[in-house]
């Protein structure tokens, strides 16, 4: 190569950082391509950083995760918490408990609650509403986050009126026919699609993502993925590796790869500057050093478990999957000295999207 001239993932790397946008699915491919030299990626990684360092400084956003329920009508291959899983023990948090997951998370400084769970058939659109009504009617200053499955348009909207004002999503893969494979009949792309964009049109700040290297996934995919993301301008993006749960049809697939989900975090990073973006807690189960190189690839928040502890073994979404330490609300000592030690620190602020 000519010396003194960029390759060409130099090339795409600095435009992406100067125009947030490549002009092709197969440019964004390039960017994945497993042979690329170490020094490049370190490149990609340091402009990603420093984006993230001018947007949100060395701050990292606390979000409070509540695991409200491990029921689940859905049968998703890949998940420890579906239908069929019968090893597991089912719980759904009352509206009371989860107002004292809220307060145990505000108390320590928390303005972000995330309600997640399974899409449990006896949660109705009545029932979600009254428990988001009543956390914002009691903490008006925090933000209410829902990642609770796909729900007709009319819920999405009765949701947002209620309080909520984000929502998390993950298409988890674009492509049709991998979707199929990872979902039961029933379940489609189309729908998942439809929900994502519905969600944005109803005024939610709106999380999309996908797992990184779940089964038949292909490098093609993962640059389908970040075309559709460039389209849709999710203010939230979930991106963690697969990680297999023994209990399922897909347990003995192979993990997903760290390297690579770092790698797409400095992707989307420059693709979305003012992004909040997560170091997923399936990053730190694979990596006991995941956390803080999700936050060095240019993620800029962390969601520290709430749940009461009783229940957090039951919501199994993978084998392994941590939930105390720095990844949980007992831990934030733990996790600001950790952060500490990169240079970081925990920011309490409610930390909404920023258009930039
Ligand atoms: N490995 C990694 N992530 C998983 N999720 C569900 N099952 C797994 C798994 N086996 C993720 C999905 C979902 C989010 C809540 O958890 O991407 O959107």
């Not at 125009?19 to 960017?31: D, F, K, N, T, V």
């Not at 990684?45 to 701050?59: H, P, Y």
């Not at 390297?259 to 500057?273: A, G, Q």
């Amino acid at each position: 190569m000519n010396p003194g001239m960029p390759g060409r993932f130099i090339t795409l790397v600095r435009r992406l950082a100067e125009s947030g946008r490549l002009s092709s699915a197969g440019e964004y491919r390039e960017l994945l391509d497993p042979d690329v030299a170490a020094d490049d990626l370190e490149t990609l990684r340091q402009e990603a950083r420093r984006l993230a360092d001018r947007v949100f400084g060395r701050g990292v956003y606390m979000r409070a995760l509540v695991e409200i329920t491990n029921r689940c009508r859905n049968n998703c291959l890949y998940c420890g918490i579906r239908r069929d899983n019968r090893a597991l023990e089912r719980y759904a948090l009352t509206p009371g408990q989860i107002l004292d997951c809220c307060a145990t998370a505000y108390a320590a400084g928390m303005r972000t609650f995330v309600l997640q769970g399974g899409e449990n058939p006896d949660f109705t659109c009545d029932s979600v509403c009254a428990v988001v009504k009543a956390i914002h009617g009691r903490w008006p200053d925090a933000a209410v986050t829902l990642s609770l499955g796909e729900w007709p348009d009319a819920a999405y909207e009765a949701f947002f009126r209620a309080g909520a004002s984000r929502y998390l999503l993950r298409q988890e893969t674009v492509d049709a026919l991998h979707y199929g494979k990872l979902h039961p009949p029933g379940m489609s792309r189309d729908n998942r699609l439809r929900c994502q964009a519905s969600l944005k049109r109803i005024g939610f700040q709106t999380g999309a993502g996908i797992m990184v290297g779940s089964p038949w996934q292909t490098l093609d995919n993962i640059a389908a993925d970040l075309a559709y993301m460039a389209e849709l301008g999710p203010h939230m993006i979930g991106i963690g590796p697969f990680i297999p749960h023994s209990a399922t049809p897909l347990g003995g697939f192979p993990p997903g790869s760290v390297p690579l989900t770092l790698r797409l975090i400095s992707i989307l990073r420059l693709m979305f500057p003012g992004a909040n973006i997560p170091a997923t807690t399936a990053l730190a189960t694979l990596d006991p050093e995941g956390r803080r190189k999700g936050i060095l690839a240019g993620a800029n928040v962390v969601m520290p478990n709430v749940s009461p502890s009783h229940v957090r073994e039951s919501y199994a979404l993978y084998d392994g999957k941590s939930h105390s330490g720095a990844e949980a609300v007992e831990g934030l000592a733990t996790l600001a000295h950790e952060l500490g030690g990169i240079g970081f620190e925990i920011n309490f602020e409610r930390g909404d999207f920023k258009n930039i």
